[in-house]
């Protein structure tokens, strides 16, 4: 009986189960407290307003490091019937969010803000996945420049799209 091909097949599944052990360890020992600083650090050299840095763990090996911009007031208020009574509506200001995945790899994504009761968020957007010897201050740098690209786009929403190429 030829296993050749199959005994291949089971070592490359042994080593991805190792990446795995490895890649959790990397999170704890080194990728946690590396984002945590770093973007501490941008926060406080860019003056980013409003933005916080939050770490859930309450999933072990499933835990995120997310860069908060927090909530506030749209600036839009709903009048609630005939009472004169007016509903603020509240407006999420957007996040980067560096989440630990089930085989310890690292997935970036952003979440660009939105207006609760005002149309549908959008998903979050995927920018990519990291293994953690991957993972660079560079990189963390780039990440934020497509996240703060991502809010003033948000932000300074209009047609020029559409008119630039017509």
């Known amino acids: 009986m030829d296993t050749g091909t199959l005994l291949i097949k089971v070592n490359k599944y042994k080593q991805v189960l190792q990446n795995t052990e490895v890649y959790r ?55 609630v019937e005939d009472s004169g009574v007016k509903r603020t509506m509240i407006k999420s200001n957007g996040s980067l969010i560096y989440q630990q995945l089930f085989n310890g790899k690292i997935m970036i994504m952003l979440v660009s803000p939105h207006i609760e009761g005002y149309g549908q968020p959008k998903p979050p957007l995927t920018l990519e996945i990291l293994r953690p010897d991957e993972l660079k201050a560079p990189f963390i740098i780039r990440h934020i420049e497509a996240f703060i690209k991502d809010i003033t786009d948000w932000e300074d929403f209009d047609d020029d799209k559409k008119k630039k190429s017509s």
């Open 25 to 79: 360890k990397s999170w704890h020992d080194v990728i946690k407290p590396m984002l945590t600083q770093t973007l501490e650090d941008i926060i406080k050299q860019a003056d980013l307003p409003k933005a916080e840095i939050i770490v859930r763990d309450n999933i072990e090996n499933l835990e995120a490091v997310i860069l908060d911009l927090g909530r506030s007031s749209s600036g839009i208020s709903e009048n």
